[in-house]
């Protein structure tokens, strides 16, 4: 019997959402049509694919669920024991959200030796500093890159001074905004951020 300890609300309100459509065009040509007729000139068909709205888990504590859950319109999975313990089969991978530091990876990479790959879609790594990546870091990186694919979060001073709870889409430019959605969207994951 599941008490409401037991219960992440986070994870059944994102189970209670729908995922934001997110087009894919497939285009198709009519079937031989003939020279000069309307349906030469007619505009290619467009076939939308939903994807899953992202369910953003913490890989460890302060390694920016909430603001970026915020930020990108995801679900903030809240703590990834929460989250693995409550899953179905039916949900969707979660994007792991860790820091750009030595103790964010290895506590990345044990979680995926924990919990398999396949319940992460992606890792969503937040810069620790802005700049060049230390030759370690990046290094380890690399790594943590073989086993699961990498996003990478830009940084945006801002947020050092902003509670995560008033964290928005407008806190990135948009062309940034639009280059994480779609690195997630390439990963099949939906987020309720600007794509072109």
Do not use: C
Not at 74 to 98: F, K, M, Q, Y
């Amino acid at each position: 019997m599941e008490t409401s300890q037991d219960a992440n609300p986070w994870l059944e309100a994102a189970r209670s959402v729908p995922a934001p459509p997110v087009p894919e065009v497939n285009r198709s040509a009519p079937d031989s049509p003939v020279h000069g007729s309307p349906l030469q000139d007619s505009p290619a068909v467009e076939v939308e694919t939903e994807y899953p709205r992202a369910v953003l888990v913490a890989a460890h504590g302060g390694a920016g669920t909430t603001t970026w859950s915020h930020i990108l319109g995801a679900v903030d999975g809240g703590n990834i024991e929460h989250w693995v313990s409550e899953r179905e089969p039916g949900d969707i991978p979660a994007v792991l959200v860790l820091r750009a530091s030595v103790e964010g990876i290895n506590t990345a990479k044990s979680l995926l030796a924990q919990y398999g790959v396949d319940a992460f879609a992606t890792a969503l790594v937040i810069p620790a500093a802005p700049g060049k990546l230390p030759r370690r870091i990046a290094s380890e990186l690399r790594i943590l890159g073989g086993a699961i694919s990498v996003i990478h979060a830009p940084w945006v001073p801002d947020l050092l001074l902003k509670r995560a709870a008033h964290a928005s889409s407008s806190d990135l430019s948009p062309k940034e905004l639009t280059k994480l959605t779609m690195m997630l969207a390439n990963q099949g994951i939906g987020t309720q951020g600007e794509t072109p």
